[in-house]
């Protein structure tokens, strides 16, 4: 999986969804994620068809929403999602939550079901706490590839991290900008002066730095690019112990559905 990579929620005009799809894919870009939820599935799909990369060269992720988890669900939805995508399988497969109609006994092995088809290479799950992982990796047989969650400087995650970390499991952080949160932050802004460049830079420099994969969500080239740009970025120890000591837990994402444990 390409350790940066583009997101796409609440990009839902489907002609700027493509091009920016489009942009990102011409620019270097090689991770694309979407979801059911986010309504722009086919957007997404004509995105990479108009960018002409091969598809063996895109990694594609996207997820089952939590009103489609039992078994059929799981595998009615994600064959319109694959339609939608205009591909036959998908990189990436997550469980967008662990809710509403999600049980792990049910859900899982639909997901097993679809990796033995051949409709997804991986599975993953999205909004887990370590609990939910657990029960998840005692059901399937199937490794659990990537949890994707909200990480940024603000919500730094280390339960989570020093989990994913014992047990060989990717983190993909969404939202890393904290929703445009990372531009007030003073101590980002000094090490962005200092490097002269975006605080969005150097957020995203950080959570290369601690191993997880981001997944900023961009619309303007100018953004695709600056996000892009990051790459190029090191940080040294002294930035990071500064980032690591933001004391905040600023969660952006909050929804009547989240696991207890963001309460």
């Not at 997550?94 to 033995?116: C, G, I, K, N, Q």
């Not at 730094?156 to 499991?169: K, P, S, W």
């Not at 619309?219 to 002294?238: F, Y």
Request: hydrophobic fraction near 35%; include cysteine; charge should be negative.
């Amino acid at each position: 999986m390409p350790t940066f990579g583009l997101g796409t929620w609440e990009n839902e005009n489907p002609q700027q969804c493509a091009e920016s799809v489009r942009t990102a894919l011409e620019m270097g870009y090689r991770h694309i994620d979407t979801a059911q939820i986010y309504g722009n599935e086919s957007a997404v799909g004509d995105g990479i068809a108009a960018a002409g990369v091969p598809r063996e060269e895109v990694f594609l992720a996207t997820k089952v929403w939590i009103d489609h988890l039992d078994r059929d669900g799981v595998i009615e939805t994600t064959e319109e999602s694959l339609d939608k995508l205009g591909v036959d399988s998908v990189d990436l497969l997550y469980v967008h939550w662990p809710s509403r109609t999600y049980d792990a006994a049910e859900t899982l092995p639909a997901f097993e079901e679809l990796v033995d088809r051949g409709l997804t290479d991986r599975i993953g799950v999205s909004n887990f706490e370590p609990h939910h992982l657990e029960t998840a990796r005692e059901v399937l047989d199937e490794p659990i590839f990537a949890n994707q969650v909200e990480c940024h400087p603000l919500l730094q995650q280390e339960e989570l991290r020093e989990y994913v970390e014992r047990t060989d499991i990717e983190l993909v952080g969404y939202s890393p900008l904290a929703r445009g949160g990372v531009f007030d932050v003073p101590e980002l802004s000094e090490i962005a002066e200092k490097h002269g460049v975006s605080e969005a830079q150097v957020s995203l420099a950080w959570l290369r730095e601690t191993g997880v994969t981001a997944i900023p969500k961009a619309t303007s080239e100018a953004h695709i690019r600056d996000n892009w740009e990051s790459l190029d970025l090191e940080l040294d120890g002294d930035d990071l112990a500064t980032i690591e000591g933001i004391d905040r837990t600023d969660r952006q994402v909050h929804t009547s559905f989240a696991p207890d444990a963001w309460d």
